[in-house]
């Protein structure tokens, strides 16, 4: 019985122990197996005493923002691939379409001086485009027909201005194989437009194109087969290379501003001309941004706010106080005049101002605003240099914008000279297979600050329609211009 009151006595101070500790009995005898509770609740009582929870925290925060870190410098570095390989392919596309239209020039051209002036650009845009290409995440096996494409129509180019600059005209064959070169561009041309439709679409990515380059961009770009320039290689060896650069501007800044009339007025002067172009019922607020004095044209600049809530910005010559650009925009909701009319609002507009004898020339159409090229003429000429540009909304009439620079630089009665290449003499140096649709006397401007009379001939050549210009004293081809009719106007390049 005593026996028996002292084992009792010490499962009644287990018990109690274990109470206390917080810990359950062990179904095993003599408490030597501790149960997987229990150990839990060790490691949270051991975590508790040592600080052990804050630093597991702590590594654990530390692992995430790692891992954040690292999610967004790989995001940011296929951002940045992505937008490597945008501009790349973006310059792809701007040289194709330049050697496609070089090209279509080469073809028309008439003379040697400027046959080789037209083969060296796309000798040079040809170039530029292989590099840009080369720049794509697409295996160069992939791309070697366009690869081979791009590099013979750079290598005839340059082979054939060389003839050129030697005088020697182009044959019949080099002359279809320019014209079947064109053709190829074309195609070239029109599947890159596609792809990148698709590109800013989002129908396709750059991930894709790398991983599914052959049945996407391959296929699509490398139209051109290998067999297509069998006949064009046999005449390479013929020719060395040679480096030939010559530029046409379309714009010149003249060091006289022979337009720019007047005395120098100060800033309070400029303000009140631009509020009477504008005119005050117009505007709400008008503010200064001061003298601009690193513009072509010195002048005071303001920024306006309209009573319509729309913002407008104007420019004053210091010198005469003309109107160097105006800009504004609103939301054209109709298109209720025809160009036409357009054509008409504009010269009034012009005329208004005291600036006449302007005749529009070509236009470009965007969101209901047409922007239209006025060209000065004198005694039947059209001057081509003392351009003013305005921007007319096509529901109203209002005159949205005006750019001035080229006849403020430039406009001054002109002494025409004697053409001594009759209109007749000039027609004849025209390639045969323009088919010329009007003709006239034309100034044009040249790279080196100086003017050239010529005589101008528009014209088609199958679907393409052009612009030659031969020099009335000389009979040189001055130069070729495509004309451009989009949906939206007419340019030239």
Not at 94 to 121: I, Q, R
Not at 212 to 241: C, D, I, R
Not at 376 to 383: A, E, I, R, S
Request: glycine letters at 6%.
């Amino acid at each position: 019985m005593h026996n028996e009151g002292r084992v009792n006595q010490a499962d009644v101070s287990l018990t109690v122990q274990n109470a206390q500790s917080g810990r359950v009995p062990s179904c095993a005898e003599g408490g030597k197996m501790i149960s997987l509770k229990e150990k839990v609740y060790d490691w949270k009582d051991r975590l508790k005493d040592r600080h052990m929870l804050t630093l597991v925290v702590t590594l654990i925060a530390i692992i995430v923002a790692l891992g954040l870190y690292t999610y967004k410098k790989q995001r940011d570095y296929r951002q940045a691939s992505e937008n490597a390989y945008n501009m790349a392919f973006f310059e792809l596309v701007d040289y194709v379409d330049s050697v496609e239209v070089y090209l279509a020039k080469a073809l028309v051209s008439n003379t040697p001086e400027h046959g080789a002036e037209t083969l060296t650009y796309v000798w040079r845009e040809a170039n530029l485009a292989q590099s840009y290409l080369a720049r794509l995440p697409i295996n160069s096996s992939e791309l070697e027909n366009t690869a081979k494409f791009l590099n013979q129509v750079s290598d005839y180019s340059y082979a054939l201005s060389r003839k050129n600059i030697d005088n020697q005209p182009l044959t019949q064959q080099e002359l279809d194989n320019l014209k079947e070169l064109h053709q190829y561009s074309v195609d070239l041309k029109n599947t890159l437009n596609q792809l990148s439709e698709d590109l800013n679409s989002g129908r396709i990515s750059w991930g894709e194109l790398t991983k599914k380059a052959a049945p996407v961009f391959a296929q699509e770009v490398s139209n051109v087969s290998k067999e297509s320039f069998s006949n064009l290689e046999e005449n390479f060896h013929e020719y060395a290379g040679l480096i030939y650069d010559g530029a046409f501007s379309e714009h010149m800044t003249n060091p006289e501003r022979k337009g720019l009339t007047g005395e120098e007025i100060d800033e309070e002067t400029a303000k009140q001309r631009a509020i009477e172009f504008i005119g005050s019922d117009n505007i709400k607020e008008i503010n200064s941004n001061g003298l601009n004095q690193n513009a072509n044209i010195q002048s005071y600049d303001f920024s306006v706010t309209r009573n319509d809530g729309d913002n407008a910005w104007i420019s004053i010559s210091q010198k005469g106080g003309h109107v160097v650009l105006y800009n504004s925009n609103k939301d054209v909701k109709a298109e209720v005049l025809t160009q036409e009319q357009a054509n008409e609002v504009g010269q009034k507009f012009l005329e208004s101002r005291k600036i006449y004898n302007m005749k529009p020339t070509y236009y470009l159409k965007q969101n209901g605003i047409v922007t239209i090229n006025y060209a000065y003429t004198q005694d039947n000429v059209t001057v081509y240099p003392d351009l003013i540009k305005l921007k007319v909304a096509l529901d109203d009439g209002e005159i949205m914008g005006m750019e001035t620079s080229g006849y403020l630089n430039s406009h001054t009665p002109r002494a025409f000279v004697t053409p001594k290449i009759s209109q007749d003499e000039a027609r004849s140096k025209i390639n045969k297979n323009l088919e010329i649709t009007s003709e006239g006397l034309a100034m044009i401007p040249t790279e080196y600050q100086t003017e050239i009379l010529c005589w101008e001939f528009k014209g088609n050549v199958e679907d393409r329609q052009f612009l030659v210009y031969i020099n009335v004293e000389t009979g040189k081809e001055e130069d070729v211009l495509v004309i451009l009719d989009t949906p939206n106007g007419t340019m030239t390049m």
